[in-house]
């Protein structure tokens, strides 16, 4: 069975730099998983930040970013905000038309 | 502006039905795929299933092949997901998204006697 990792929790100083990651229990993460990240706050929808590995959606700031590092995707907030405290998500795309989501990090901004 | 709007949540007794359904607008709706999320409230986010944008391919998470049915009609503008013989596991909020990037505000499901 396919496994999605997250770090389920994360403490991150305001304007510090915070790299979230996503690992697969089967092997390593690539490009080819398409991974795509979430912002989410209790009681309202998740907000896309990035698609597509690195790609930032509308309207998210450009300290917002995701990459592939070693074998996990990441998503690095640089400058970080209180306001960034939130659970973040990742999903990955696992092939035949099937998407697994991490389950979650929590991170506080303190 | 992009909109997904979810209807058809409610309360259903295990082994009910229910049929969601996410209408779409700001968007050319038969250019892109949908999917179905789901979330326990406090918990995570669950991909169940998605569709591609003509309807002629599908897929499940495991967890719901064989209950639930995804499909869309492009001329409504509508994407739809059949769920059958429900249990209490069911029991959440379920997402519309488009193709992983804009997402419903969602519609809550209750499955209980």
């Known amino acids: 069975q396919t496994v999605v990792t997250q770090e389920p929790s994360f403490s991150v100083s305001p304007g510090g730099t915070v790299t979230l990651t996503c690992a697969l229990n089967?092997?390593?993460?690539?490009?080819?998983?398409?991974p795509s990240w979430y912002q989410q706050t209790p009681g309202q929808s998740p907000r896309t930040l990035i698609h597509?590995?690195?790609s930032r959606s509308s309207g998210v700031p450009d300290r917002f970013s995701g990459s592939i590092l070693g074998n996990k995707a990441a998503l690095t907030i640089t400058g970080a905000q209180a306001d960034d405290e939130s659970d973040y998500y990742c999903v990955l795309y696992m092939g035949r038309g099937l998407w697994v989501f991490g389950g979650g990090t929590k991170l506080t901004v303190l | 502006e992009v909109q997904l709007v979810e209807s058809g949540g409610g309360l259903v007794q295990p082994g009910g039905s229910l049929r969601l359904s996410c209408r779409a607008s700001g968007f050319t709706f038969n250019n892109y795929w949908i999917h179905w999320v789901r979330q326990i409230p406090g918990k995570g986010l669950v991909w169940v299933s998605r569709?591609?944008?003509?309807?002629?391919?599908?897929s499940y998470a495991d967890s719901v092949k064989g209950r639930f049915t995804i499909s869309r009609d492009n001329a409504k503008n509508t994407a739809y997901l059949q769920m059958n013989n429900l249990r209490v596991e069911d029991a959440a909020v379920y997402f519309c998204?488009?193709?992983?990037?804009?997402w419903g505000q969602g519609t809550l499901v209750t499955v209980s006697s």
């Open positions: 569709i591609n944008n003509d309807g002629t391919s599908i």
């Open positions: 998204v488009r193709e992983f990037i804009d």
């Open positions: 089967s092997g390593s993460v690539s490009n080819d998983n398409y």
């Open positions: 597509g590995t690195s």
